[in-house]
């Protein structure tokens, strides 16, 4: 097979296809696109990809030319990453109408909780009694007139 007609096949550039027959990696941007292209190359010349790949690895490890390209995202680490990947994975279509009948459910049965319970008693039965007691001799009715003072000129 030609590198024409692998290109045509695998819709890879020729350079590209030359570069990886040549050993030159410097071509490329990432080592990714190194191993997508020698999968797809090996696939179509019906050759066994593991071992392909394998044998790529080992000179790709010995290659100082091409380096893996860092990672555009920070290692996730805390509790904080791991809660939202969870909530993020969540049916909120099923799970919102879910927590709301939930929700709904727990404040009715407090309600009736409160409704029901025994303590009707009068809450002002045990109250102390206050600082101030009328005399005897009002009836309770009023309150008592403050007694006149005397004002000397």
Known sequence: MTIGQLAEITKIKTDHIRALESGDYKVFAAPVYIRGFVRNCGKVLKL???????????????????????????????????????????????????????????????????????????PLANLEPALYTSPGTQSGDTLPLPLPTTTKK
């Open 48 to 122: 066994e990809t593991g071992l392909l790949l394998a044998s790529l690895d080992r000179e790709l490890a010995e290659s100082s030319e091409i380096k893996e390209s860092p990672r555009l995202t920070p290692d996730a680490g805390g509790i904080l990453d791991l809660l939202m990947l969870q909530l993020s994975k969540v049916n909120w279509r099923v799970a919102l109408p879910v927590l709301t009948l939930t929700l709904a459910l727990l404040i009715a049965l407090a309600g009736y909780r409160i409704w029901r319970s025994p303590d009707h008693k009068d």
